[in-house]
Structures are given as structure tokens and as C-alpha cells.
């Protein structure tokens, strides 16, 4: 079996997929996967727990045996679960052939193996008779396979082809029913992650203004969903323009359809305001009543605010509207949610789709390029104006009126601003010919096609021919984040103070051997690690980065991942001090917390991948013209399990 597997480019920052064979070792791909997540989740689990109970029950009842097929078992856990509750047997179905034989060891050394047969197979190959994988169809059905989105992992055709092929007619489900819940907003904030703004750059001659394409503004934008953590988003940044509405419900106990359909709700705006942005999250019941119920809703929509569970595996979606439209309070207009076999999206119309005869089937698709280019966070923080007069402010204490400027960063505007602060040339490479496409329609647009000279090389294979033999006399990259998500989403607090641990110089050669540093972080008092609130943004012992202070400026700055092994330690913090040791070489970082430190254990279940926040941004406070990159140190208490992960690390100058 051949796996692709996502892997950062060290030079464009951006994710490419490579083919990995049999014998790849897939450890850390099921270390950056939501396994963990997943199984921690606390409230999943009970809930989960307490539907197969009843569900078993149910068939008992029935004078009949419990037969149960669980549809991506993953680790096992709730196949055991439905043994402990009572089931006769459980058919476990994994197609992924790591966590297969991980869950054969799992259900083995937990003495389940007489009553759970692990099937390593896609649920649609799977077959029923006395030569088959079952010898007869199940009459309970068991699934986790939802993600944010609920279809994005294919659960509808899984579901229509297990009542097809699987299970009886009329079985027991657990999860019973899922409901998925929209909200109407205005949001600049979020707007700002689908669309380019105009840029506003100030210089000598006055300000100038880097607008879009008109192409870029008509286009409807990716159809992928934004997942994102809306608990953290701050109640300020939206304005809400409808109440929640229940807007469709899928029913796993009977057939179930994996084919496109459409469903709308009338209703009358609460407020005035431009429709940008819907938020979407949904629920799903484990039992026919609906009393057993496991909720993603954020907390201005949750039934008890105070119980809400922090999860990461599953958050809630933020959909852009193909345009924004203006919408009137009490003026009633017709929320339309489309979904295919995988994907939902949304639309507005000013009357029922069923009066006027419109349904808008297919999917929206970027025909712009930009945002197939920039994930939305990258649109983000184009758009972010503070950010754009941090980058002005920083080029000003370099540029001469001579000065020949090289920028090497794929979709990048600093080419044009360098341009308007006065550089006698430009030259920007795009590594691919989709940049390459999509910076000549913005040139164009500005009237620069002519000032800005394009090369179409990765940055590595750069000759001085392709400068025209010209020495340029400033190297600038603009930071690239590797993954789409922004560290505001993850609360916690602080333990120490920023710590220097190195300093970059990037007007000297880039040192070969390996960098080491290591000392010890001062605490700041002893307290009880981690825990958070998740009904509102982090603001106790708020450190300078959070979102309400710097990182709402810098948002996503050079924001990169690194694999960290996990680092556990008691949940009291009862020393001064923590060790700590950070290696580099080159091009990658590798940080840990020291081994040797007292009371350290070291966990080994899964692996858990630790996420570091990289700032990265030109001098500003001194005005000196040297750029370099100091790394900070900042332990803090993790909101998954309270533990000491590792550093997060911070880039800044």
C-alpha cells in the first residue's frame, strides 16, 4: 500500500505530497494526525460510550446478538467499548495499515482479541458470507469517520454503502443522527482571509495604493472550508446577522445518500450589515431521543458554555459567500447550504430556491489562481495593514535611490512596495509558472508590468545572468508559513519571560556545521499547569504575543511547525527552573527540552507534535540596517493535557 504524505518545502514554504511505499515508517504521520486529539477528547468518549450502551441494550431487548461494525476503528477503542457493553462481536475496519496492526496489538493486550476481528480493508471492500470478511451483516453500526466539515472524510458514501452492503435494515447507529447548525455574519476580519484589499503604502511622494485585480475580486474563492477555533475568535471581530440555523440533518440508522443535494432556510436578518461569512458546526445525537448529545457549537451557541470541551480534531467551519451581498433587518432573504459527497458550501438568495427555480449545484471554483496560491491565513496577512507599514518602515532605513532589490518570495507584494519606496530596479523570482501568472495580473492591474522584472527560477538555481549581471544590493524573503493555522487559536498561558536563546545575522554566509545552545529558563511562579477557558479568548496572564496583543498584528507570520518529541512532567510545577537545549543546522530547527530534566518522562504512546510560533519581521525599533533573527524561548503549559511540550519558540528582531 502506498501512502502519500504531506512535507514541507524548506524553500517556498509551501506543502508538497510525496509517494511513501510499505516500508516508510509512518510513526510521525500518525504523530501529526488528530489520534491523540481524538482520544483524549474526554466528552467524545463518554458520549460516544453511552450510545453504544444503549445501542446494545436496544438489540438485547430485542432477544437478538449484538453484532457490531466499526467503519475506521483506528486504535480499537470503540470496538472495545462496544465488547465491554455488552456486544456479542465487533467487526473493526481499518484501512490504514499502520494503525490496523496497531489496533490488533491494542485489542490483544486488552483481551479482546476472541471478540473483536480486525479487518484491514477499505469499508467498501469488505464482504459478508461464510467465505467473507463477516459471515452475516451487523445489526449495529459504530463510525468516527467525520471531520470538521462532518462529510469531508467521506462518511456519506461509507454510511450508503455499509446499509447497502453491511448492516440490516433498520440497525441500531452510533452515532444515531448529526445535525449541522449555520450563522449569518459581517466580518472584515475573516473577509480579509478570502480576498485581496486594496494595500496602502506610504512614501515620499505621497501614498500609493497596490489594488487588486478585478479578476481577483469577482472570483468566488477556494471551496475548501476554513477550520478554525471560534471560541478564540473575539466576539469584536464579527457582527452577527442571523440566528443559528438548523439547516440540514443526515439520519445514520437508515439508507443514507451520498449524492449532491441543496437546503435552504428563510429567515429574517437580525441586524443590517454586508453577508461575507457564514459559520457552520454541527452536532450529532448517539441515541434515537436525542438525550445523548456531543455539540461543536462555540460557547455563544452552546447550552452550558461552562462544559465545553477543547478539542482540536473537530472545530467549527467559516465559509465565505462566492460575494458579499447587503442584507436588511426584517428584510427576509434564504441562506442555501449545497453539499456534495464530501464538501459543503453556501450561498445567499433573496428568494427559496424552490420558488425561483435556482439551485446553484456545483461547486465554486477559484478561477484567479490567488487562491490556489495563498492559503487563507497568507490572505490574511497580505491584508493586514499594520504588518504592511511594519515592512515600509523596516525597507526605508535600507533602500538608496540606487539600490538593485532582489525578492525572493513566491506571491509576494514587496516586490511592488520596494518599487514605490524608490529602488532604481526590481527583480522578484516565482518559482512556479501559477505565481508567475498570477504576479503579472496584479502587476498589470498596477500599471508595473514594465517596473518589476520577473524571474522564473527556485530561488537555489538563481544565476547573476538572470539579473542582468547586475550585484543587487539587498536580499529580502518575506516569511512563508508551512501549515494554515495560527497560533491565537491554541490558549495558554505563559511561564516565563522571552528568553534570548540564538541570533542570526542574515548579512553573513549561512554557517554549515550545527548550531547548540542550552541553559535554563527562570519560572515565574510554581502553579498548576494548564488549564484554560474555552468559552472565551485566553486573556489570564495574557503574554505580549497573544491575540490581543501582537500576534493580532503579526497574525500569521513565518508561522512554521516542528516535530518535537513530547515532554511530560508532573501537573505541579515545583521548581525555579527548567533546563532546556536547542540544536540547528542549516535549514532546520530542532527544539527539545533537555532530556535530564528533573522529574521528566517521556511519553511514547503516539508522539504528539508540538507547535512552535515563528515570528519573523524586519528591525523596526532600532532603525539600525543590519536584519537579524533572534529565537525566544516561551514554556507553556499545554491545554491538551497540562504538560511541558517543549519551547515555543519565537522569531523577532
Known amino acids: 500500500m502506498k501512502v502519500f504524505c504531506g512535507r514541507a518545502n524548506p524553500v517556498t514554504g509551501s506543502v508538497e505530497w510525496q509517494e511513501e511505499d510499505e516500508q516508510y515508517d509512518y510513526h510521525q504521520e500518525i504523530a501529526r494526525s488528530s489520534y491523540a486529539d481524538m482520544l483524549h477528547d474526554k466528552d467524545r468518549n463518554i458520549k460516544y460510550y453511552q450510545g453504544i450502551r444503549a445501542a446494545v441494550s436496544r438489540v438485547k431487548d430485542r432477544g437478538q446478538k449484538a453484532l457490531v461494525l466499526d467503519i475506521g476503528t483506528g486504535t480499537g477503542l470503540l470496538s472495545m467499548m462496544a465488547v465491554t457493553a455488552g456486544a456479542d462481536f465487533c467487526y473493526a475496519v481499518e484501512v490504514f495499515k499502520p494503525m490496523a496492526d496497531a489496533a490488533v496489538k491494542i485489542v490483544e493486550k486488552n483481551g479482546f482479541s476472541d471478540k473483536i476481528k480486525v479487518i484491514n480493508k477499505?469499508?467498501?471492500?469488505?464482504?459478508?458470507?461464510?467465505?467473507?470478511?463477516?459471515?452475516?451483516?451487523?445489526?449495529?453500526?459504530?463510525?468516527?469517520?467525520?471531520?470538521?466539515?462532518?462529510?469531508?472524510?467521506?462518511?456519506?458514501?461509507?454510511?450508503e454503502h455499509a446499509h447497502r452492503h453491511l448492516v440490516q435494515e433498520n440497525c441500531e447507529a452510533v452515532p444515531h443522527r448529526a445535525t449541522v447548525y449555520a450563522q449569518l455574519v459581517e466580518s472584515k476580519k475573516m473577509w480579509s482571509w478570502n480576498k485581496l484589499f486594496?494595500?496602502?503604502?506610504?512614501?515620499?511622494?505621497?501614498?500609493?495604493i497596490i489594488v487588486p485585480p478585478s479578476e481577483l475580486e469577482r472570483c468566488p474563492g477556494a471551496p475548501s472550508v476554513c477550520d478554525i477555533q471560534l471560541n478564540q475568535v473575539s466576539p469584536t471581530d464579527f457582527t452577527v446577522l442571523s440566528h443559528v440555523l438548523p439547516m440540514f440533518s443526515v439520519d445514520f440508522s437508515k439508507q443514507v445518500s451520498s449524492s449532491a443535494a441543496c437546503h435552504s432556510r428563510q429567515f429574517d436578518p437580525v441586524a443590517s450589515g454586508q453577508a461575507q461569512v457564514v459559520l457552520s458546526w454541527w452536532d450529532i445525537e448517539m441515541d434515537p431521543e436525542g438525550k445523548i448529545k456531543c455539540t461543536?457549537?462555540?460557547?455563544?451557541?452552546?447550552t452550558d458554555p461552562l462544559e465545553l470541551q477543547w478539542r482540536d480534531h473537530w472545530m467549527q467551519c467559516v465559509y465565505f459567500l462566492p460575494q458579499e451581498e447587503p442584507v436588511t433587518?426584517?428584510?427576509?432573504?434564504?441562506?442555501?447550504?449545497?453539499?456534495?459527497?464530501?464538501?459543503?458550501?453556501?450561498?445567499?438568495?433573496?428568494?427559496?430556491?424552490?420558488?425561483?427555480?435556482?439551485v446553484h449545484a456545483l461547486r465554486p471554483v477559484c478561477d484567479c489562481q490567488a487562491h490556489l496560491l495563498?492559503?487563507?491565513?497568507?490572505?490574511?496577512?497580505?491584508?493586514?495593514?499594520?504588518?504592511?507599514?511594519?515592512?515600509?518602515?523596516?525597507?526605508?532605513?535600507?533602500?538608496?535611490?540606487?539600490?538593485?532589490?532582489?525578492?525572493?518570495?513566491?506571491?509576494s507584494l514587496l516586490c511592488m512596495m520596494v518599487h514605490h519606496l524608490g529602488a532604481e530596479q526590481v527583480f522578484t523570482i516565482e518559482s512556479s509558472a501559477?505565481?508567475?501568472?498570477?504576479?503579472?495580473?496584479?502587476?498589470?492591474?498596477?500599471?508595473l508590468e514594465d517596473k518589476i522584472n520577473v524571474v522564473e527560477k527556485r530561488p537555489e538555481l538563481l544565476t547573476s545572468a538572470d539579473l542582468e549581471g547586475k550585484k543587487h544590493a539587498l536580499d529580502f524573503r518575506?516569511?512563508?508559513?508551512?501549515?494554515?493555522?495560527?497560533?491565537?487559536?491554541?490558549?495558554?498561558?505563559?511561564?516565563?519571560?522571552?528568553?534570548?536563546?540564538l541570533t542570526f545575522d542574515f548579512q553573513q554566509p549561512v554557517p554549515p556545521q550545527l548550531l547548540h545552545a542550552e541553559g535554563s529558563i527562570k519560572l515565574r511562579r510554581r502553579t498548576v499547569a494548564g488549564t484554560h477557558t474555552a468559552s472565551r479568548p485566553c486573556t489570564s496572564s495574557a503574554p505580549w504575543w497573544t491575540p490581543e496583543c501582537r500576534w493580532a498584528a503579526l497574525r500569521q507570520s513565518a508561522m512554521s511547525w516542528s516535530s518535537i518529541p513530547a515532554l511530560e512532567m508532573s501537573p505541579w510545577i515545583s521548581r525555579s527552573q527548567m533546563p532546556w537545549a536547542m540544536s540547528t543546522d542549516p535549514h532546520l530547527l530542532r527544539n527539545k527540552v533537555a532530556r535530564e530534566a528533573?522529574?521528566?518522562?517521556?511519553?511514547?504512546?503516539?508522539?504528539r507534535k508540538v507547535k512552535a510560533p515563528l515570528f519573523s519581521g524586519p528591525g523596526l525599533a532600532s532603525g539600525c540596517r543590519d536584519l537579524f533573527l533572534c529565537i525566544f524561548a516561551l514554556l507553556a503549559p499545554c491545554s491538551w493535557c497540562g504538560g511541558q511540550h517543549g519551547l515555543l519558540a519565537e522569531f523577532g528582531a
Open 198 to 208: 486594496p494595500i496602502r503604502v506610504q512614501t515620499k511622494r505621497g501614498e500609493q
Open 374 to 411: 495563498w492559503n487563507r491565513p497568507r490572505f490574511g496577512e497580505i491584508n493586514d495593514q499594520e504588518r504592511t507599514d511594519q515592512y515600509v518602515q523596516a525597507l526605508r532605513t535600507v533602500l538608496k535611490p540606487d539600490s538593485v532589490c532582489l525578492c525572493v518570495s513566491d506571491g
Open 122 to 159: 477499505h469499508s467498501t471492500e469488505v464482504t459478508v458470507g461464510l467465505d467473507g470478511d463477516m459471515p452475516c451483516r451487523a445489526n449495529i453500526l459504530i463510525t468516527e469517520l467525520f471531520d470538521t466539515e462532518l462529510i469531508g472524510e467521506g462518511a456519506l458514501p461509507s454510511y
Open 329 to 358: 433587518q426584517g428584510s427576509a432573504v434564504c441562506l442555501v447550504a449545497h453539499h456534495d459527497d464530501y464538501c459543503v458550501w453556501y450561498s445567499l438568495q433573496r428568494t427559496s430556491p424552490e420558488e425561483n427555480g435556482r
Open 296 to 302: 461543536m457549537a462555540p460557547f455563544w451557541a452552546h
Open 434 to 447: 501559477a505565481s508567475h501568472r498570477l504576479m503579472k495580473k496584479i502587476f498589470k492591474a498596477n500599471h
Open 478 to 501: 518575506e516569511n512563508k508559513e508551512a501549515e494554515p493555522h495560527p497560533l491565537w487559536e491554541y490558549p495558554c498561558r505563559s511561564l516565563s519571560e522571552p528568553q534570548q536563546i
Open 598 to 607: 528533573p522529574g521528566s518522562q517521556w511519553c511514547d504512546f503516539l508522539g
